[in-house]
């Protein structure tokens, strides 16, 4: 038992060296290629939904003719309303990617392809909140995606989120 808790206090240390050790972390290039993979994965789920999407709202229209620019006209003045639904799906489907990810394995399709992975401050698996919070920041925060070229290779979003990306 207690060798047990000596090699877990000795795995706990190489991983918070690993983060401490800034060589170790995740820069701005294999970021931007995990990036590119992430995009590419969601681009392809949110063109699927938008197409299932908008073939559902021309259905659901009561359009009074089968010329398409007439019935988006139309939808745009009389039925709004199925103009909204289409927004609230495909945000639904984007937050519902997103939190997927944090509920299995805290990695994204991207972060796997290029062998990433995501830490917290305690050299731990980030909780399911941290995760969503950092991918969701990544969005409100891109601009500071360029912090992770500079020495330290950690953007706002990781700090605020209290995560590290490591290789």
Avoid: C
Avoid at 80 to 93: D, G
């Amino acid at each position: 038992m207690a060798e047990q808790i000596k090699n877990q206090h000795h795995s706990e240390e190489i991983w918070v060296t690993r983060l401490l050790n800034e060589q170790q972390r995740a820069g701005g290039w294999i970021r931007l290629v995990a990036g590119f993979f992430d995009f590419i994965f969601l681009a392809l789920v949110m063109i699927v939904t938008s197409t299932i999407t908008t073939f559902w709202m021309v259905v659901q229209s009561e359009a009074p003719s089968d010329n398409i620019e007439f019935i988006r006209r139309y939808m745009w003045e009389r039925e709004f309303h199925l103009y909204v639904i289409n927004w609230l799906v495909l945000l639904f489907v984007f937050l519902l990617i997103h939190f997927i990810y944090a509920l299995r394995g805290k990695r994204t399709v991207g972060m796997r392809i290029v062998d990433v992975y995501v830490y917290n401050e305690k050299a731990e698996k980030p909780t399911v909140i941290q995760f969503f919070k950092r991918e969701m920041l990544k969005y409100l925060l891109l601009p500071s995606f360029f912090m992770s070229f500079a020495a330290q290779r950690r953007p706002l979003y990781d700090k605020w989120s209290k995560t590290y990306l490591v290789k």
